[in-house]
C-alpha cells in the first residue's frame, strides 16, 4: 500500500499542480509554481456569459479538446449506469487524484496529457459537488438527475459565477460543459432546452458586490471545465460538440479515443486509492470545520496555500465538523471520519495530526 499512501501524500502537499504533462506544460496550469515558465496561449474570452472578456487559457482548452471523446467515455464510466450525486463527487475525486497516482506508479514519466485533461475538468466539478453536497442532507443519495440536464447545470455554474477564477476564467465552451455533464448522466448527444429544476433552487446565491457566492470558493484560476461559458438565457438545444469555431483550437481527437475510457486511468486501478482520497477529502472537511476555516497549523491542508480542492469544504458560514458527514453516501462514512466528528476541541496542529491519522486507518 505504499503508492497509495504516497498519492495521498501528494494530494495534501500541492505537488499535482507542479507535475508536468506530455506538452511540458504545468498540469495545474495557472495554480503551478512554474507556469510562468512555459509559453501560453491565452485570449480575452469570447463566451457571452459571466467570463466575457476574461483570460482564457486557449492552451488548456486545446488539450482538452484533443482527447475529449476518450474523456466522456471516462466520465459515463466513472458516474456508473445510475448516478447519484455522491457518484459525481467521487468521480471527480478520481480526477483530481489521477495524475499523483501516475507520477507515482512511474515517476520517470511525464503526466499522459489525457490524465492531465481529466484533471483540469474534475478540479471545479470537485468544488461544485462538494457545495452541493454539503448544502444539506441527503443530496448525496440524491439521484444525479434530480439536479437537471446539462443545459441546467451550465446555467447554475454561469450564475452562481462559478466558471471565474482570480486569474483566469474557465476555457471550456458550454457545449462542452453541457456534454461533461450528460456524460456523467450517462447520456450521449444533444440535449432539449428543458428548465432547471433543483440546481435552480440555491444554495448559491450570487454575491451583489460581483465576487464569489456563498457556496462558491475563489478559485485561482480556471483551465478547466469548472469555470465556463455560453449564452445562459439561450433558449436553443446546444450542439453535441464545441462549436465550429473551436475546431481549429482544440485540433482533432485520435480515432483511438472515440468513446474508449482513457487508457492511462484504467491502468492505474482508481478502486485502490479512491476509498483512501475520499477519506482524506473527509478528514480535511471535519478539521477544517471544526477551527472555523482557520488556517492555522492546518497551512498545508486548507487556505491560501492549501490544495484547491478543498476551497468549496469552507465557503459557507454556519458550518461545524457534524456537517462533514455530507461528503459521504448514507452508511458510507469512514469510522476514522466518524471518530474525529466526536472529538473535542483542538487546534490547528492537533487537528492536522488528526487528518494524518484518519488516512493512514483507511489503507
Known amino acids: 500500500m505504499d503508492d497509495v499512501r504516497a498519492v495521498a501524500a501528494m494530494l495534501t502537499r500541492r505537488q499535482v499542480p507542479d507535475l508536468a504533462d506530455e506538452d511540458g506544460r504545468p498540469v495545474g496550469e495557472v495554480a503551478a509554481t512554474w507556469y510562468r515558465d512555459v509559453v501560453t496561449d491565452t485570449v480575452r474570452c469570447p ?38 450525486v455522491i457518484d459525481a463527487f467521487r468521480a471527480a475525486l478520481v480526477g483530481i487524484s489521477a495524475p499523483a497516482a501516475a507520477h507515482v506508479a512511474h515517476p520517470e514519466r511525464p503526466i499522459p ?63 462542452m460543459i453541457v456534454e461533461a455533464w ?3 448522466l450517462g447520456r450521449r448527444g444533444a440535449l432539449p432546452p428543458s428548465p432547471p429544476p433543483a440546481l435552480g433552487a440555491p444554495s448559491a446565491s450570487r454575491d451583489t458586490s460581483g465576487g464569489a457566492s456563498a457556496t462558491r470558493p475563489t478559485t485561482s484560476g480556471s483551465s478547466g471545465l469548472s469555470q465556463t461559458s455560453g449564452s445562459p438565457g439561450g433558449g436553443g438545444a446546444l450542439p453535441p460538440s464545441p462549436p465550429p469555431a473551436f475546431q481549429a483550437t482544440l485540433g482533432t481527437p485520435s480515432p483511438s479515443d472515440a468513446g474508449i475510457v482513457l487508457p492511462e486511468l484504467a491502468e492505474l486501478r482508481h478502486e485502490r ?67 474525529m466528528i466526536t472529538m473535542p476541541p483542538a487546534s490547528g496542529v492537533v487537528w492536522a495530526a488528526r487528518i494524518e491519522e484518519a488516512v493512514n486507518a483507511s489503507y
Request: aromatic residues 8%; charged residues 20%.
Open 47 to 84: 463566451y457571452r456569459d459571466a467570463r466575457h472578456g476574461g483570460v482564457m487559457n486557449r492552451s488548456a482548452l486545446r488539450q482538452m479538446g484533443g482527447v475529449w471523446p476518450a474523456l466522456l467515455a471516462t466520465f459515463r464510466a466513472l458516474g456508473g449506469p445510475e448516478p447519484r
Open 113 to 175: 496529457n489525457g490524465l492531465a485533461a481529466l484533471y483540469k475538468t474534475s478540479l471545479g466539478l470537485s468544488q461544485v459537488t462538494a457545495a452541493l453536497l454539503l448544502a444539506d442532507d441527503g443530496v448525496a443519495d440524491a439521484p444525479l438527475s434530480e439536479l437537471g440536464d446539462g443545459v441546467a447545470f451550465f446555467r447554475f455554474l454561469d450564475d452562481g459565477r462559478w466558471l471565474l477564477g482570480e486569474e483566469q476564467v474557465c476555457a471550456g465552451s458550454e457545449a
Open 182 to 184: 450528460e456524460g456523467l
Open 273 to 339: 486509492w479512491l476509498p483512501v482520497a475520499h477519506t482524506l477529502v473527509g478528514a480535511v472537511a471535519v478539521a477544517g470545520l471544526a477551527v472555523g476555516g482557520a488556517a492555522a497549523g492546518l497551512e498545508g491542508w486548507i487556505g491560501p496555500r492549501g490544495p484547491a480542492w478543498t476551497r468549496a469544504l469552507f465557503s459557507a458560514p454556519g458550518r461545524g465538523p457534524e456537517h462533514a458527514r455530507r461528503l459521504f453516501a448514507r452508511g458510507a462514512i469512514p469510522p476514522s471520519v466518524e471518530a
